[in-house]
């Protein structure tokens, strides 16, 4: 029965062993799990952190391509009236050079020379009306020609401030595809960020399933490994019972022979036969001599 106890201490020490040792590298293994998935998560901030400016900055750009273009569009309106508005000068000019053949230098000076003739010469009653009524007449064609001449002016302020407004017009629009350009480089940015965090995530999130199975799995063997230690303080209490028992029952069959040679001693004695020394020992101890 001590034997049996025995081979099983044994063998639950071997195993106790072998629990404590697979524990411990479970747990070791936890460790390292932890601090991966730890490191893991600290890079998906770092990388939100990257997707979230590269999507203020897009969202920064595309506010600027909007302001641009309104600023083109409110141009281009402007530039649209204003041809418009050249167009009409420029055909009203060309319908009033028509009217007024003779340039207006040459009518403001035959306008001087008929009005000096009135100032100077002595005329008749209706040689004064002729006069008069051409001057008029000239005068007439000189509001034309100056008015045509205004109009061909103002033709040629406009000619300018539409030449401004396209160049002013064409560097809003060079702004509004040089933001789109930015906006959609930091666009593809922000993608690649948050493609970025999905897979650093998805590698987290395995650390993390690992950590727990290992976790799990360490509780389980350190479980087992309590039990095999009950196990063996119950077998090394049953057979610390046992060789006391044994030891009990050792002394009690020594004590039961030495009896029986005590008595077969005495007996001897009584008879008068000669004793060993084992004998007279046994018998001198007892105080039967």
Do not use: C
């Not at 273009?69 to 009203?92: A, F, G, M, P, W």
């Not at 004590?255 to 029986?260: A, D, P, Q, V």
């Amino acid at each position: 029965m001590a034997e049996d106890a025995v081979l099983q201490l044994a063998e639950i020490n071997r195993l106790t062993t072998t629990l404590r040792e697979k524990r411990d590298g479970l747990n070791t293994e936890a460790q390292q799990l932890v601090k991966e998935r730890d490191k893991l998560n600290a890079q998906v901030a770092e990388w939100l952190s990257k997707a979230r400016e590269h999507r203020e900055k897009r969202d920064e750009y595309n506010e600027k391509v909007a302001d641009f273009k309104t600023k083109r569009d409110e141009i281009y309106n402007k530039l649209k009236d204003k041809v418009d508005e050249r167009q009409d000068n420029e055909e009203d000019a060309e319908e009033k050079k028509k009217k007024a053949s003779p340039p207006s230098h040459v009518l403001r000076r035959k306008i001087r020379e008929l009005d000096w003739s009135l100032q100077t010469q002595v005329l008749d009653l209706k040689r004064e009306r002729e006069i008069i009524e051409q001057i008029a007449e000239l005068e007439g064609e000189l509001k034309v020609a100056e008015e045509a001449a205004a109009k061909r002016k103002e033709s040629a302020k406009a000619r300018t401030e539409i030449e401004d407004l396209r160049l002013l017009m064409n560097a809003h629009h060079n702004s509004v595809l040089e933001f789109a350009r930015l906006s959609q480089e930091e666009n593809q940015h922000m993608i690649e960020a948050y493609a970025e965090v999905d897979a650093l995530r998805k590698r987290a999130d395995e650390a993390h399933r690992r950590y727990l199975d290992t976790r799990r799995e360490a509780d389980e063997t350190h479980r087992r490994y309590i039990e095999a230690r009950q196990e063996n303080s119950r077998l090394r209490k049953e057979l610390g019972e046992i060789r006391v028992r044994q030891r009990v029952e050792k002394i009690q069959a020594l004590e039961e022979r030495l009896e029986e040679k005590t008595s077969i001693a005495l007996e001897k004695h009584k008879r008068g036969e000669r004793l060993t020394m084992e004998e007279f020992s046994l018998l001198m101890k007892r105080g039967l001599l």
